[in-house]
């Protein structure tokens, strides 16, 4: 027997087949690759286990601050001379500090996990065998 001849309709047909089967395994290697990329570029990240670092402190004060002499008007600390001017002795103030402040930063501490607790399930066979799991 000999085999049937094809038209080059049909041979056009069948290549054209397999064309399309090429491209959309393709298209579909490269979607699954992209899918695949995004999913492990959004995955958690593995968490080191080193231990967290030292709290840091710092303390700061302001710089103390003074007025200037200045002139009291009050009777009581005033003296009048004879020509009608006031003497009065020049006030000054002592500096004031304020209290220093302290800035305390904590470290990270991951949350803790909950124990995980799992049921023993029991299963006995015709013969008596228990297994246990």
């Known amino acids: 027997m000999t085999p049937s001849i094809r038209t080059p309709q049909q041979r056009d047909r069948r290549f054209a087949r397999a064309r399309r089967l090429t491209q959309v395994l393709l298209m579909g290697s490269g979607l699954m690759s992209a899918l695949l990329v995004t999913y492990l570029a959004g995955a958690p990240k593995i968490v080191s286990s080193t231990p967290p670092t ?3 402190t ?5 710089a103390p601050t003074t007025t200037a002499p200045t002139a009291r008007t009050d ?5 009048q001379s004879d020509d009608g001017t006031s ?7 002592t500096p004031t500090v304020a209290p220093a402040t302290t800035t305390t930063s904590k470290a990270y501490a991951p949350p803790k996990t ?7 399930t029991c299963s006995t066979t015709p013969s008596g ?3 246990c799991y």
């Not at 009777?75 to 003296?79: A, E, G, I, Q």
């Not at 909950?114 to 023993?120: H, K």
């Open 58 to 62: 710092s303390t700061s004060s302001p």
């Open 75 to 79: 009777d009581s600390s005033s003296t």
């Open 87 to 93: 003497n009065s002795a020049p006030v000054t103030t």
């Open 129 to 131: 065998v228990t297994t």
């Open 54 to 56: 030292p709290t840091t």
């Open 114 to 120: 909950a124990p995980t607790t799992t049921t023993t």
